[in-house]
């Protein structure tokens, strides 16, 4: 056994400060701590599709309509004689890169705007607090049914309409993330330091990227989990509602619309792509509440 | 297998309409019979509507000068007189001139009598409208030359030629007879939001977006009719709460057509409590590719388009989950001018041996360079059958290599792109047509008619079917019509046809008198029906 | 504070003009021309003319900005004119689903302030025992459950249970009857809904109870009474209750707004006809005006809401007014 270098000791020490943390949060957010153990499976599901399952989800198979669940098929199949389960496991594609890119350009975009915002104050401040406070009234639906038929008649190359989807969530989540990140920096740009680095002449970019923006990251960081979750939903309402994402794409609220006109005599079609819905947002929610206990330091001494 | 399937489909119909005919019980008056609806009243005029959303509410309000009889709605050319007297009238003078007695003693709703006027200012409103007025079946009429009175209780119709589609245009459910007077008074737009008929039901109350209520009219023409004290049309835009309507007796009946395994569940829920009817329909969906948009100017691209269809499967299977299910050509299946099978698996795309049509179509595809063609398709944010149809067409068109991308449009978004912008690469459309009248019917087909939005022109099909139109006999119109499909269909194949659809009616079994029809607007009246509690 | 109202008044207004803008405009940029929908519907043919002579009828061939300026006189003056598909008073066919939208609105509050706030204050009382975690779980699976699904189980459950309580089937009736005509179908049909919202709008409540709760709990003047030996639920009660209710009283006026016109998938799984329903179908039909109109409305409710939300905390919290 050689002796271990100071780095080498450094890094260990991390390790062990890190698993500690770990270990820390499993034992006080046991309920966030099964939400992230959903959210890890889902995003495995996601990335790992193809190699779970050997079924094509747009295939149709005309012999196999309607199959009870069963050794061949664990979840049954649908109208068209396709394997339920390889549509759920695909369709976490569609709802995990529905919501993640909606809550982070979301955010994102709601942190630029809250954060300059606060920092230029006066007529700038006050004229984009206006310009959210329409976007929050404005209802969801109507931006959502205006995007996708605007959409559609652009002639837009094939497999472009989740992007529209993503458009529409992602518009009314811009200004509640504005919102909260212009009250956190809002309280930041107040601290003298602030004007003392004005006072040394340093530009207005680095001021924002340097000291304000790493002021109001927890703000950001709970928005974007609590986003997820609520994108995921939003995007299978639309599906629902026929605005969504359009068959054969395998997309859970798709699946669910579809699925409407079979609960009574076949609900396996009507069941799992529910379950894949509710415990994927459930899983979302209870991880996000756990990082906000975690990032908000009102609650981390509790 | 498949064509023993087929010939009990047949027999099917045939079998209802026999247990309909044999069954004959007393009528008992009174009840209010509650029915759903699945779409919304744009306005009261029926000459300007096309929508049954507006007919199952509003015709129960009005007569028409003739009808397709309610008793036998499934017979093409079973007529009766309405506000006519006696028989319908054959044609005189080589059949271009049509005299109709008209019934005496008729009083609309707020008292005016009627006359002869009021037929002829209705159809004058609907055949020769003043600029600036719809009407939406005008086309229709294109024979008729002029409409007129010779006296208080005659309407004389004079056609420019004869034509065996002017007594079933006559028909039309939507030719709404209204009051000379109130026409007069209050002009060509005033029934777009005021109903004054003398149908069997007079009007009580619309609440838009809920209901429309109607009571019965103790002065109706039709002795002893009708049997029911009144109605009430209940809105209910989704299916799944017009079928649990129905379950739970909230309603009693729908009149559009409901899903296979919706008539199942209620059968599985209600057992003898329920009472099913079936029928073809007067109805089909289209795929309309885009002529002057390459590669679909290319009729090589076009057949393979239709070949890679399998109609005979999907009539088993599709049947299955959607209102869809006949195999037909342009014609409605069980009119005698339709084609036979024998006829029919001659066509591309109809044949039994699918994989040889595959096959053509990959070679046709790789002939005009076009193999592995990616394109997008319209179609209507419309569940039963369109969205249905437009995701079977999409796996129909991936075995023969192609790359569709659906687009499901809210309904004036499809109208756009279709009708208006042309901007589209293949389109659903489709032909849905109240009285069964092929001959004018399958104007839809061609490429001068209005309503054909495949953006192309060709004269040899707008020869052929001016000789359909101006045939004599019934021998004569089944050859042109044969070479008219043809054409369409599989030589320059400038449309497809998809399956025809397959009406079925759950409903309570207490609602007796109701017949099937053909067609979702026709025979919806209401005189004839009455409940057995 | 007059004065804050009187500012608070004054900043509602480039909202609701802002909001009239952008739906003006956004309609406009939609494809679709209510004339081609309103005469050609399923497929029958239009010439030309009618569809010109049709939008000349509407207005819609005005400069857009004389269209923009009629609307915008019609808010001032709660003129929203007529319907461009059925001709009808657009207030008279908002009046109709306001009704309903409204009572549903109520019923939802009413259920979600039940389940909320007792649970809430448990969950926050009980912080991490198994207690909170249930009621925690409970709350996230309400938002977690898309209300839509939740809404189809309960009309079959509804089916199921009546048969086999009754022997008959059992659904909720289909058309709307004012609450003081006949109560006991009003409420058969409408507490479904009720239900349905209210417990996903439970959800947000009870998280926002118990984490204002958790923090007032740790306020100095509640370790004071706890230090004076007050019994815990006195504490509660009289002291912590109250002063965490506020955060809880602002989740519940935002969504209350939104229930009234947002409530598009549940208005359609109970077939109600509601105005969210009635957007949607103005929408799909592109009736500019009942459109605007209705946007219009949801967004004075909203606005006005927030209004008041922001009063009271003015009144309960004086530094706001002063900042």
């Given at each position: 056994m050689t002796e271990m270098t100071t780095d080498q000791l450094e890094e260990l020490r991390d390790r062990i400060s890190l698993f500690k943390q770990f270990t820390g949060f499993v034992r006080k957010q046991p309920l966030g701590t099964a939400g992230g153990v959903v959210v890890i499976l889902y995003i495995l599901m996601a990335v790992f599709a193809p190699y779970i399952t050997g079924f094509d989800p747009t295939e149709n198979f005309y012999q196999n309509q309607f199959v009870a669940p069963g050794m061949q098929f664990p979840m049954g199949t649908d109208e068209w004689g396709r394997d339920i389960l390889t549509r759920v496991i695909y369709g976490s594609r569609t709802a995990l890169f529905v919501g993640f890119t909606c809550a982070i350009v979301g955010s994102t975009v709601g942190l630029v705007l809250g954060v300059g915002s606060a920092y230029y104050g006066g007529l700038i401040d006050l004229l984009f607090q206006r310009v959210m406070d329409v976007f929050m009234a404005f209802p969801l639906i109507i931006m959502a049914l205006a995007i996708v038929s605007m959409s559609r008649s652009l002639h837009l190359p094939p497999d472009t309409s989740v992007y529209f989807v993503i458009i529409a969530i992602t518009i009314p989540f811009i200004p509640r993330c504005a919102r909260v990140v212009r009250a956190s920096a809002l309280a930041i740009r107040e601290i003298p330091y602030i004007d003392a680095a004005r006072a040394n002449g340093f530009s207005d970019a680095r001021i924002i990227l340097r000291h304000m923006v790493p002021n109001v990251m927890a703000p950001y960081l709970i928005m974007i989990t609590a986003f997820v979750g609520q994108a995921i939903l939003l995007e299978a309402s639309l599906s629902f509602l026929g605005l969504g994402v359009q068959d054969p794409v395998p997309a859970w609220g798709l699946m669910l619309r579809n699925a409407q006109e079979f609960i009574r005599t076949e609900p396996w079609i009507a069941i799992w792509p529910g379950v894949a819905i509710s415990l994927g947002v459930f899983g979302f929610n209870l991880f996000g509440d756990a990082i906000r206990d975690a990032l908000d330091p009102k609650l981390r001494t509790q | 297998m498949q064509t023993k399937l087929w010939k009990l489909a047949l027999g099917a119909v045939a079998a209802a309409a026999f247990s309909f005919s044999a069954v004959a019980e007393t009528p008992k008056y009174g009840g209010t019979l509650n029915f759903v609806v699945g779409s919304k009243i744009p306005s009261y005029d029926g000459h300007v509507e096309t929508t049954f959303g507006m007919i199952h509410p509003i015709a129960p309000f009005y007569s028409l000068l003739m009808r397709v009889n309610p008793a036998n709605p499934g017979d093409p050319t079973d007529f009766q007189c309405d506000l006519c007297e006696g028989d319908v009238p054959a044609g005189a003078e080589g059949g271009t001139l049509f005299t109709f007695k008209i019934r005496q003693g008729v009083k609309f709703h707020d008292g005016t009598p009627l006359t002869a006027a009021d037929i002829v200012a209705s159809w004058n409103k609907i055949i020769f409208p003043p600029e600036g007025i719809a009407s939406a079946r005008k086309a229709f009429y294109k024979m008729v030359e002029s409409v007129t009175a010779p006296d208080d209780f005659t309407v004389v119709f004079k056609l420019s030629f004869p034509s065996g589609s002017f007594l079933p245009a006559m028909a039309d459910p939507y030719a709404f007879i209204y009051s000379k007077k109130d026409l007069d008074e209050h002009g060509y737009t005033w029934h777009k939001m005021n109903i004054n008929g003398t149908g069997p039901f007079v009007f009580v109350e619309h609440q838009p977006g809920a209901f429309v209520t109607g009571v019965k009219n103790e002065n109706y023409h039709h002795e002893g009719r009708p049997y029911l004290d009144g109605f009430k049309a209940i809105s209910a835009p989704k299916m799944s709460a017009r079928v649990q309507a129905i379950e739970g007796d909230r309603a009693s009946i729908e009149f559009r057509g409901f899903p296979p395994k919706q008539r199942d569940d209620l059968v599985n829920a209600l057992g003898d409590k329920i009472t099913v009817q079936e029928s073809d329909w007067n109805c089909v969906l289209m795929v309309t590719p885009n002529h002057s948009r390459p590669p679909f100017d290319d009729p090589r691209v076009r057949k393979a388009l239709t070949l890679a269809v399998d109609r005979w499967g999907g009539s088993q299977y599709l049947s299955q989950i959607a209102i869809v299910k006949t195999v037909g050509g342009?014609?409605?299946?069980?009119?005698?001018l339709a084609a036979t099978e024998e006829e029919l698996v001659q066509i591309a795309g109809f044949s039994r041996d699918l994989e040889a049509s595959r096959a053509e179509a990959r070679r046709l595809l790789k002939e005009a360079g076009q193999e592995g063609l990616s394109f997008t398709l319209n179609n209507r944010a419309v569940d039963q059958p369109y969205r249905v149809v437009g995701t079977w067409l999409v796996d129909q068109w991936k075995q023969i290599g192609l790359t569709v991308d659906q687009q499901v449009n809210p309904s004036p978004v499809f109208y756009d792109i279709l009708?208006?912008?042309?901007?589209?690469?293949v389109s659903i459309d489709f032909n849905c047509q109240s009285v069964i009248n092929p001959i004018a019917d399958v104007s839809k087909y061609l490429p001068s008619a209005g309503n054909n939005y495949a953006n192309f022109e060709d004269a040899e099909i707008e020869e052929v079917y001016d000789r359909l139109l101006h045939a004599g006999t019934f021998e004569e119109q089944r050859v042109i019509m044969r070479e008219y499909e043809r054409m369409v269909l599989?030589?320059?194949?400038?449309q497809a046809v998809t399956l025809w659809w397959y009406k079925i009616n759950p409903y309570r079994s207490y609602v007796k008198g109701w017949k099937i029809a053909p067609?979702?607007?026709?025979?919806?009246?209401?005189?004839q029906i009455w409940l057995d509690k | 504070m007059w004065q804050y109202v009187f500012k608070r008044l004054l900043l509602m207004i480039p909202t609701v003009i802002g909001a009239a803008f952008v739906i003006f405009f956004l309609l406009r940029a939609m494809p679709g021309d209510v004339c081609e929908l309103k005469l050609g519907g399923e497929g029958a043919y239009v010439d030309e003319a009618q569809i010109t002579l049709c939008r000349e009828q509407l207005g819609l061939d005005d400069p857009l900005a004389v269209q923009f300026a009629d609307f915008v006189w019609g808010i001032a003056t709660l003129d929203f004119g007529t319907s461009m598909i059925t001709g009808r008073a657009i207030t008279y066919e908002m009046g109709l689903r306001f009704e309903l939208s409204l009572q549903v609105a109520i019923m939802a509050t009413i259920v979600a302030i039940m389940i909320s706030i007792p649970l809430g204050t448990l969950s926050a009382v009980y912080q991490n025992t198994w207690i909170d975690y249930i009621v925690r779980t409970v709350a996230i699976a309400g938002i977690a459950i898309p209300s839509f699904w939740l809404g189809i189980l309960i009309l079959l459950a509804l089916l199921s249970i009546s048969e086999a309580m009754t022997g008959t089937r059992w659904t909720p009736p289909l058309d709307y009857v004012p609450i003081w005509e006949d109560p006991v179908y009003n409420l058969s049909m409408l507490i479904w809904p009720a239900v349905a919202t209210g417990y996903r709008y439970s959800a947000v409540a009870t998280r926002m109870t118990r984490s204002s709760l958790l923090e007032v709990l740790r306020e100095d003047y509640v370790r004071t009474a706890r230090a004076k030996g007050l019994v815990e639920k006195i504490i509660i009660n009289r002291h912590a209750l109250k002063n965490a209710l506020l955060p809880v009283v602002t989740v519940i006026g935002i969504e209350f707004a939104f229930l009234m016109g947002g409530l598009v998938v549940t208005e359609q799984v109970f077939n109600l006809n509601g105005l969210g329903n009635l957007l949607v179908q103005s929408v799909t039909s592109v009736d500019y005006t009942m459109t605007q109109g209705i946007v219009m409305v949801i967004v004075l409710v909203f606005v006005i809401t927030n209004f008041f939300v922001d009063i009271l905390y003015a009144w309960l919290d004086p530094r706001i007014r002063y900042s």
């Open positions: - | 342009i014609v409605f299946p069980n009119h005698p009708r208006k912008s042309g901007d589209f690469d599989d030589e320059k194949a400038t067609s979702h607007y026709l025979a919806q009246q209401l005189d | -």
